[in-house]
């Protein structure tokens, strides 16, 4: 059974940055290296919204319009730990950002992943 801790978020101005981390607990190292990984975001009332994927054994990532050339997902397999490098923040990013995780390149629809962390408050003025 995978867990995910995210920790990262803060309060921000518009125009700085932030960079969220996402931890895997209960797998393994080889396992990990065959997921794919994802972060998304949610307000009140709001469905909730891919931002960015990655599957870690090829390195192909996937982001939402909304956040090309600003964001960027990487990861560190050998800590079991997935980025989200966030720049030029604005208003519209405040949300609860989630990290996913899925055994099959699911891209950025929130029903392909089957675990899921608490999430981390982002929150850009």
């Known amino acids: 059974h995978v867990q995910l801790v995210e920790s990262g978020g803060g309060s921000v101005k518009a125009g700085e940055s932030l960079k969220l981390s996402c931890v895997a607990f209960?797998?393994?190292?080889?396992?990990?290296?065959?997921?794919?990984m994802a972060w998304f975001r949610q307000v009140p009332g709001k469905e909730r919204e891919g931002v960015a994927a990655?599957?870690?054994?090829?390195?192909?990532?996937r982001y939402a319009d909304s956040v090309k050339g600003r964001f960027t997902i990487s990861s560190d397999n050998a800590k079991n730990t997935l980025y989200l490098q966030m720049n030029s923040l604005k208003p519209e990013d405040t949300a609860m950002y989630f990290c996913?995780?899925?055994?099959?390149?699911?891209?950025?629809?929130?029903?392909?992943?089957?675990?899921w962390g608490q999430g981390t408050q982002v929150t850009v003025s």
């Open positions: 996913a995780a899925q055994t099959w390149f699911a891209g950025l629809g929130p029903k392909n992943y089957k675990y």
């Open positions: 209960g797998g393994t190292y080889s396992s990990y290296r065959s997921y794919c």
């Open positions: 990655l599957f870690t054994r090829s390195g192909s990532t």
